[in-house]
């Protein structure tokens, strides 16, 4: 079945770096464009940033421009998030999404998310 | 930077109709889409294209789009509807995507 797991979140101290690894299955992944997506504890969803099925394209949230970077493995049917110069506000539980040309580019999977906790 | 704007709460009882706006300066050239997060659960596209339906979502869900504002509409509202409802866009050049601040949708 057409699934996504994220998996690489954890505890880290402001100004240190983690990295958010999403593995897809069920589908053909390289065929797909992909997005990550933040939500803050008991707040609303943020775009963080999304690349093309070839990776030539991309994106980024301003709030994350310069820290974040979005790469992607075909052929390991991977997304990859490295997080940079993490900050208090980057805390959040970040999912993955597979975004549907079907659907007009609208995200019509999502994993089941990972959480980020950016605290000292 | 972009912003869309939604109502915080919404509330119906059983069987009504509930609407849901989302207001954006780029929302005429842009697509709008509607996704449905339930408490612990990861969100579910419900509207794509300002007003199609995927495989899978129940007719009572429907949306339109009327200049700046688009509208999600669940006619028949279920207890099973309560959820925070997130509309999404893009700014006029199509490279930063936002989320509206999402509506808490209460079934009476």
């Known amino acids: 079945q057409v699934q996504l797991v994220e998996s690489g979140g954890g505890l880290v101290k402001p100004g240190g770096s983690l990295r958010l690894s999403c593995a897809a299955s069920?589908?053909?992944?390289?065929?797909?464009?992909m997005s990550w997506i933040r939500q803050a504890p008991g707040k609303g969803l943020e775009w963080v940033s999304y690349?093309?099925?070839?990776?030539?394209?991309?994106y980024y949230a301003d709030s994350v421009k310069g820290r974040f970077t979005i790469s992607r493995d075909n052929a390991k049917n991977s997304l990859y998030l490295q997080m940079n110069s993490l900050r208090a506000e980057d805390t959040a539980v970040y999912y993955c999404?597979?975004?549907?040309?079907?659907?007009?580019?609208?995200?019509?999977?999502w994993g089941q998310g990972t959480t980020v906790t950016v605290s000292s | 930077s972009y912003e869309l704007t939604q109502p915080p709460s919404v509330s119906v009882s059983p069987g009504q109709t509930a609407r849901i706006t989302c207001s954006g300066d780029?929302?005429?050239?842009?697509?709008a889409y509607w996704y449905q997060q339930k408490p612990g659960q990861a969100p579910v596209l419900v509207i794509y294209?300002?007003?199609e339906r995927p495989s899978g979502i129940p007719e009572r869900f429907s949306g339109s789009s009327s200049g700046t504002t688009v509208t999600l509409t669940i006619s028949g509202v279920q207890a099973e509807d309560e959820a925070d409802y997130y509309c999404?866009?893009?700014?006029?050049?199509?490279?930063?995507?936002?989320f509206g601040g999402g509506t808490k949708l209460t079934v009476l």
């Open positions: 999404a597979s975004i549907a040309a079907r659907y007009y580019y609208g995200m019509d999977v």
């Open positions: 069920g589908f053909t992944f390289s065929d797909y464009y």
């Open positions: 690349i093309s099925s070839s990776g030539s394209t991309i």
């Open positions: 780029a929302l005429p050239k842009q697509y």
């Open positions: 294209k300002d007003s």
């Open positions: 999404q866009s893009a700014d006029s050049s199509g490279t930063s995507w936002v």
